[in-house]
């Protein structure tokens, strides 16, 4: 297997493999292409413990680090999911909620590894792409959310009273 030029790494204190997995089986285009073990004791590990997880999360390269618990995931990174329609968006968001993650404001979640998501239908960022006030009201609508609720969002497209 030949390494991508550009892959993002992420710092997991453990439990790569079992992330990688969990993504793998979540999302589309996601896949674990390798788990490679360490060959010596090393300060978060010993050797014969998983070092690296290589993973795909919807196409994008990604690697699993098992660093140790020194550098946990902050909302300063986060995959961002777009979604075409209500079902979608509660499977992703229940996927990761419902396994141990929090939920968050405005479609953000985080998940049994401090990693957070961004559960994003289409018809908001194509609402908020729109400007004006078509994107007040939608902006408005979304603030109070947690998970997105694609009804309320196209209700407060549609009403310019709103």
Known sequence: ??????????W????????????????????????????????????????TAMF???????IGLNGGPDFPQSEAFSFQIATDNQAETDRYWNAIVGNGGQESACGWCKDRWGLNWQITPRVLTDALAEGGDTARRVFEAMMPMRKIDIATIEAARRNPEA
């Open 1 to 10: 297997m030949t390494t991508p030029k550009n892959l993002i790494c992420l």
């Open 12 to 51: 997991f204190n453990g439990d790569a493999e079992a992330a990688a997995a969990f993504y793998a089986a979540t999302f589309p285009d996601s896949d674990v292409t390798a788990v490679h073990r360490a060959p010596a004791d090393y300060p978060a590990g010993k050797a014969g413990d998983v070092l």
């Open 56 to 62: 795909t999360v919807c196409g994008i390269p990604c």
